[in-house]
């Protein structure tokens, strides 16, 4: 198995299963995650908080405990970071292949990646397929 040598981004929903659904994640992500866990590499897009957010709202995922300790919780997980949207990010958002995302938290989670130099592991086959084309490193989930 092939270490990752840069930060990784979690996607939303690869997040989400490590939490709720771990058996989603083969041995091979749950590796990468628990790697960059443990030499505080891994990191969350702060827009996936509110992705999250709207999911319980929404109804599409269950949570049983208050949304905002829930999400507290999330920013507590030792070796865990939450990257904020800075000036770059914002700006590069924009500056995304017109084609790649109409979803700007996906768009948001694209840039932060770039920006940090990072690995992103989702199963998103449109980010996927644009990062195949060079933009970003990523690993499907």
Known sequence: MQKINNPIILDTHVLLWSLLQPEELSEEIKYHISSAQENDQLFLCSI????IAMLKFKRRINIYEPIKDFLESITNISGLSIK???PEIAAQ???LI???HGDPADRIIAA???CNGA???TRDQKILAWASLGHIKSIEA
């Open 48 to 51: 996936s908080l509110w992705e």
């Open 84 to 86: 904020d949207i800075s």
């Open 93 to 95: 958002t924009i500056l």
């Open 98 to 100: 017109d084609d790649f």
């Open 112 to 114: 932060t990646t770039m």
């Open 119 to 121: 690995t992103l592991l």
